[in-house]
């Protein structure tokens, strides 16, 4: 059981697209709002009103399945109609640019567009030329701020904090979208941040976002309170970033010989999907003395659903719209 339900119904920004955009108290406010529909969600109340009439798109130029079905849960149990742009049958693959699909749905008014793109950046220009309120499904490696959201509201309601914790975050950091965003939420939020990976997988100047670094797992794990693991994203990869999976799991999978280095009970998060006997020893992952990774799946439609609440709730669009300009100045 979280906290009692806030009752600050907004954010006063329009969108969320990076979670370095946010102030401690916002990160708050969404984390307590989202307490609030975890504990509606189990209780089976009904919460259909609170979007009524109000439109999502969900518009995922690369595949998901857990992130979209979240949003879609999410949106539905607050009573909002979604629409789910398959971009694999769209006019994107006729020609079709980013800004000028938004144009197109633009004109459509919806009001909450869920935007997950290949290239960073994207989302934050495409939300400079819709009137509708943006969330950030994940841009290229960029940022994933809804999936720091949940990992940090699964850490709350299971440690009763996230000031003070020490944090290791494993794996393809390189490439990982998920790993910035934890990174600017827990450093916000007062937690103390590790990074473990070979150092091909490690981005330069990393040290500058308040973060220590390691190459050795084991020196990474000691003392942890949370051992949050990566998905190598070997889609991402050009050329050769590990010699193989199997001395990537030999050096970096995190099995329970490894994990006897962080504290005795540390807890273990994965953004998901797992590689099994890549990443994490199956043992560990469905441990469920120490893994919360299933958590995160359930918290991740309740943090979802306060974020789309407080966007629309604190919608004040100017009469003038959205930044106009020539589409052909963004192709």
């Known amino acids: 059981m979280g906290p009692p339900f806030q009752t600050a119904t907004s954010l ?16 708050s406010l ?45 949106a539905k149990r607050l009573g ?23 144009m197109t749905l633009n004109a459509m008014h919806p009001d909450a567009l869920v935007v997950r793109h ?21 841009d290229g490696s960029h940022e994933h701020p809804t999936q720091a959201l949940l990992d ?19 794996g393809d950091i390189l490439h990982s979208r998920v790993a910035r965003s934890n990174i600017h939420l827990l450093t916000i939020m007062g937690a103390r941040v ?23 797992m084991t020196a990474g794990l000691a003392g942890a309170d949370i051992v949050m693991m990566l998905r190598l994203q070997q889609e991402r990869m050009q050329g050769s970033y590990v010699p193989s999976t199997r001395e990537y799991f030999h050096f970096f999978g ?26 994490i020893d199956s043992a560990v992952a469905d441990d469920i003395s120490r893994s919360a990774i299933l ?19 604190g919608r004040n669009i100017s009469p003038g719209g959205p930044e106009q300009g020539p589409v052909e100045e963004n192709r």
Request: a neutral charge.
């Open 295 to 313: 958590d995160q799946v359930e918290l991740g439609v309740a943090v979802r659903m306060a974020c789309l609440e407080l966007l629309l709730n």
């Open 30 to 74: 969404i984390l307590d709002t989202a307490d609030g529909h975890v504990d509606a969600i189990r209780a089976r109340e009904s919460r259909r009103s609170r979007l009524a009439g109000q439109t999502v798109i969900n518009l995922f130029f690369e595949n998901s399945t857990r992130t979209r079905t979240s949003f879609e849960l999410a």
């Open 194 to 216: 590790r990074a473990v990976a070979p150092p091909t997988l490690l981005p330069g100047a990393l040290d500058r976002l308040g973060v220590e670094v390691f190459t050795d």
């Open 152 to 170: 940090a509201l699964t850490i709350r309601r299971r440690k009763g904090r996230l000031d003070g914790l020490t944090v290791t975050i494993c």
């Open 12 to 27: 006063a920004q329009p969108h969320l697209l990076a979670i370095e955009d946010l102030s401690a108290g916002e990160i």
């Open 254 to 279: 995190l099995t329970y010989e490894k994990l006897a280095a962080a504290k005795p009970d540390a807890l273990i998060l994965h953004p998901g999907p797992m590689n099994r006997g890549v990443e």
């Open 118 to 138: 290949p290239d960073s950046g994207s989302v934050k220009l495409l939300a400079r030329k819709v009137a509708a309120s943006v969330i950030n499904g994940g």
């Open 80 to 102: 909002a109609e979604v629409v789910n742009m398959d971009v694999a049958v769209s006019s994107i693959k006729k020609g079709e640019t980013l800004i000028d699909t938004a």
